[in-house]
C-alpha cells in the first residue's frame, strides 16, 4: 500500500530548494529524515529534516544512493530521533517525471520499507521567458514488471520541529558544495591523459592551469551565487529576531509595570 500524502515542513523545504537550484550542471542529491504514522488506517509521511548528500560522481543525467550515505544519514536522524524516511533529487533542465533509473532507486529503496518515498525538483527550466520550478512526490509500482510511478500528494506545512536544523543544513551547503569541488580537482590531478609525441612537462602545465581555472570558478560560483545570499539571508532572520525581541520584552516591561 502506498503513502497516502507527504507534509513537508517550510524550511526543510527552503533547504532542498537552495540546494536543488546550487548547480545547473549536475543533478544533486539528499535523504529526508522524519517520521511515518497512521491517519485513518493510512500512512502519512512528515519530512522534518534532512540530510546533504556528498556526491562522488558528478552526472549530469542520474544519482544513486550509496550504502555510506544512507549510513550518515541514519546517524543523522538518530541524534534527532528521526528515521530517512525518503530521497530527493534535482532535475536540472529536465521534466519532473522520475527516469528508469529514479524508478528502479525508488523500488530498490521500498524493500527496505514500502512507505519510502522519493522528491524531485525540475528548475532550471525556462519557458516564455518564465523560470518555472515543477515538484514530484512519488514511489514506484510494478506494472506488468516494468517499474512505474505513484504521485503522492505533498503538502508544505509551518514549521514546528527542527528549524534551528534546516538553518544549520542551509550554511553547511557550501562546505558541502566546497569539498565536493576541491575532491574534483584533486581527482584530476592524479590523471595523466597526455598523447605520445607531446612534451609532457607542458602538456601538464597547461592541464594543470585549464582544471585550476575551473576549480577556481566553481568556487567563485559557490561564494557569489550560494555563501553570499545565504549569509544575507541568515542576517535577516538574525535582525528580525532581535526585533521580536525587543518587542516581546517592551511587552513584559508593560505587563509588569501594570501589575
Given at each position: 500500500m502506498s503513502l497516502s500524502r507527504t507534509y513537508m515542513s517550510s524550511s526543510v523545504f527552503q533547504t532542498c530548494?537552495?540546494?536543488?537550484?546550487?548547480?545547473?550542471?549536475e543533478e544533486i542529491m539528499g535523504l529526508l529524515l522524519g517520521r511515518w504514522t497512521k491517519v485513518k488506517e493510512k500512512d502519512v509521511a512528515y519530512i522534518e529534516a534532512i540530510s546533504i548528500s556528498r556526491r562522488l560522481d558528478k552526472l549530469k543525467d542520474r544519482v544513486e544512493i550509496s550504502p555510506e550515505q544512507l549510513?550518515?544519514?541514519m546517524n543523522e536522524g538518530e541524534k534527532l530521533k528521526l528515521n530517512v524516511i525518503g530521497w530527493y533529487h534535482s532535475h536540472p533542465h529536465l521534466i519532473v517525471s522520475p527516469s528508469t533509473v529514479d524508478l528502479r532507486?525508488?523500488?530498490?529503496?521500498?524493500?527496505?520499507?514500502?512507505?519510502?518515498?522519493?522528491?524531485?525538483?525540475?528548475c532550471f527550466n525556462?519557458?516564455?521567458?518564465?523560470?518555472?520550478?515543477?515538484?514530484?512526490?512519488?514511489?514506484s509500482s510494478l506494472i506488468d514488471s516494468c517499474p512505474g510511478h505513484l504521485e503522492i500528494p505533498l503538502i508544505i506545512t509551518d514549521d514546528n520541529t527542527y528549524p534551528d536544523y534546516s538553518l544549520y543544513q542551509l550554511?553547511?551547503?557550501?562546505?558541502?558544495?566546497?569539498?565536493?569541488?576541491?575532491?574534483?580537482?584533486?581527482e584530476s590531478l592524479q590523471k595523466k591523459d597526455i598523447k605520445d609525441g607531446l612534451d609532457s612537462t607542458l602538456a601538464n602545465k597547461l592541464t594543470y592551469q585549464h582544471n585550476s581555472?575551473?576549480?577556481m570558478e566553481g568556487i567563485?560560483?559557490?561564494v557569489d551565487k550560494l555563501s553570499m545570499p545565504i549569509y544575507q539571508n541568515i542576517e535577516s532572520i538574525n535582525s528580525q529576531l532581535k526585533d521580536d525581541i525587543t518587542k516581546l520584552q517592551e511587552r513584559k516591561n508593560n505587563l509588569l509595570n501594570n501589575k
Open positions: 530548494l537552495t540546494h536543488a537550484f546550487s548547480t545547473e550542471r549510513m550518515h544519514a532507486t525508488q523500488l530498490n529503496m521500498q524493500t527496505l520499507d514500502h512507505r519510502f518515498f522519493g522528491i524531485i525538483f525540475s525556462q519557458e516564455d521567458n518564465v523560470q518555472r520550478l515543477n515538484i514530484t512526490c512519488f514511489q550554511s553547511e551547503l557550501p562546505n558541502i558544495l566546497f569539498s565536493e569541488e576541491k575532491n574534483s580537482f584533486e581555472f575551473i576549480y567563485s560560483n559557490i
